[in-house]
């Protein structure tokens, strides 16, 4: 890796950050920050159907922000890779959640996907999925 | 959409409908040459951790194909983003499989994402995951 594409990756991996830190602070302005206001942009949650554009994804988060009491992320296994403008994030999550006095912990993977728009790293995909069974190991 | 870039939608949308016949066929070879043969690939079945490299990605498809009787695809809301040498593609999945004489359906959604490579377009990132509830609807 090149020291530009070496700082350029950290970039991305600063954004990717920001995406977590939104969502465990419940910050739903910090959370639109991390996002490219565009209507091509997709989010797909665990378990969940396709959602497109913007302000959809950002109805979603507002549901899921409200129903959550707190939520703390582990990012594990974090790969970046570039591609010109774009780069696209693979990484474990593991959660903890407290909803309603119980504490739930979950693990998912995801994929995220980052266009730099005017000098900032926007994510443009995010797809995370829950983790139960284990294929091909 | 440029003239140029509707060409080129095309030819990723037949490399995204060869993926679904190579699945439908229960096809190694087929499936393998839909792949980028390359060690930074990932694939993340549905409910499934992230595998990473072309080899532990077809041994898996090996796992898959030998479990599975019969089973048939539905692409649906099928959409297409270029960017440079990378497209990437998001659709549904209604599923139609056949198992010791039952029939299961199940309904998926998946992010595609396709690199061209000495002039085809190969995937490098398979990511399904179930669709159970509907959030932010």
Redesign the interface.
């Known amino acids: 890796m090149t020291e530009a594409d070496y700082e350029v990756t950290k970039h991305v991996a600063r954004a990717n950050r920001a995406f977590y830190r939104a969502f465990e602070k419940l910050d739903l302005e910090a959370m639109q920050r991390v996002w490219l206001d565009d209507p ?1 942009v ?1 989010c ?9 554009g913007a302000e ?2 950002m ?6 922000f409200a129903g959550t009491e707190a939520i703390s992320f582990e990012v594990t ?1 974090l ?1 970046v ?1 570039l ?4 780069a ?1 994030v ?1 990484n ?1 999550e593991e959660i903890t959640a407290h909803h309603e006095g119980e504490v739930h912990s979950a ?1 998912t ?1 995801a ?1 995220n ?1 980052y ?1 730099l728009h005017e000098g900032d790293w926007r994510m443009v ?1 995010h ?11």
Chains 1, 2 share one sequence.
């Open positions: 091509s997709r797909i949650h665990p378990g969940s159907d396709l959602l497109i959809r994804i109805d979603s988060w507002r549901a899921i296994d790969s890779e591609f010109g403008e774009h696209w693979t474990g693990k993977v994929t996907l266009r995909l797809h995370a999925s829950p983790v139960a069974r284990h294929l091909g190991e």
